[in-house]
C-alpha cells in the first residue's frame, strides 16, 4: 500500500490544521492507520491510531487536542489538530500496520508501510 500525506502547513499557536493521509487501496479490516510525527534533533513518536479493533489513540500530549477519523470511501484518515503548540512542530508522517498501543501515555505502533511526511511549522 502507499501512503500520501498532505495537509501540513505554517500556523499560530493556537490554530488548526487538518492532515490528510490517502491511501493507494482500500483499508483492511485488520488494518491499523496512525499518525506519527518527528521533530528536528528528536526521536520519531507516535501520535496517534485508528483501528476497527481499538477505535482511536491518541498519546498523552495530544490527548483532547487532536482528533483522528477515516473516510473509508476516500480511503482517507484525517488528523484534526486543534490548540497547535509550538512543540507540535514536525514532519507528520501516517503509517498502516499491525497494531497501536500507549503505554505510559507514549504511543506505540508496530508498523509496516509509511508515506511521506508533510511539516508541521507552529510560531510562537
Known amino acids: 500500500v502507499q501512503l500520501q500525506a498532505s495537509g501540513g502547513g505554517l500556523v499560530q499557536t493556537g490554530g488548526s490544521l487538518k492532515l490528510s493521509c490517502a491511501a493507494s487501496?482500500?483499508?483492511?479490516?485488520?488494518?491499523?492507520i496512525g499518525w506519527f510525527r518527528q521533530a528536528p534533533g528528536k526521536e520519531r513518536e507516535g501520535v496517534s491510531c485508528i483501528s476497527d479493533d481499538d477505535g482511536n489513540t491518541y498519546a498523552d500530549s495530544v490527548k483532547g487536542r487532536f482528533t483522528i477519523s477515516r473516510d473509508n470511501a476516500k480511503n482517507t484518515v484525517y488528523l484534526q489538530m486543534n490548540n497547535l503548540k509550538p512543540e507540535d512542530t514536525a514532519v507528520y508522517y501516517c503509517a498502516t500496520g499491525a497494531f497501536c498501543t500507549v503505554v505510559g501515555g507514549t504511543l506505540l505502533g508496530g508498523m509496516n508501510y509509511w508515506g511521506q511526511g508533510t511539516q508541521v511549522t507552529v510560531s510562537s
Open positions: 487501496r482500500a483499508f483492511l479490516k485488520d488494518d491499523t
